[in-house]
């Protein structure tokens, strides 16, 4: 099974620049938020997890957790110049594979994404995606066709 849900850590900074403090509490103390639109009649409640509270909610319902990553650990959202270069948006990619494990970098991301199996389950070819897959892509030369983006250079 693979699932990806809200980060709670993500979710901090909006109740902040909003001064929205009754927002930060309840996020806080319960992981509940509300689907963040900028236009209230498009928000919905939603629950933001924490990484070990993910991971305690599969282990409890019998799942052996194989992998959990942050997606994305660098907001280029804010830097979209950055992703105009082919070989900058290659190295960028390079960069985000490498951090996404790293446990510092959970808190950043937006997203959690877990791959687990039932724990009785047998061991399958379940792949993970590693650094050395956004290598590998370095050397396509391919260019980006219409709407693709350079994360569609690793599946070359």
Known sequence: MIASVDNRCAAYDHYLERGDLA?????????????LAERANERFPTHAFLPGELRRLFESAGFEVVDLVGKTALDLRRHPALLESLDAARALIR???ACRREPAFLGRASHLEIVARRADAPASGVHRLEEGDAEAAEDDDREPRGDDGPEDLLDA
């Open 23 to 35: 927002g930060l509490e309840r996020l806080h103390r319960t992981g509940a938020t509300e689907w």
């Open 95 to 97: 960069i985000e594979l």
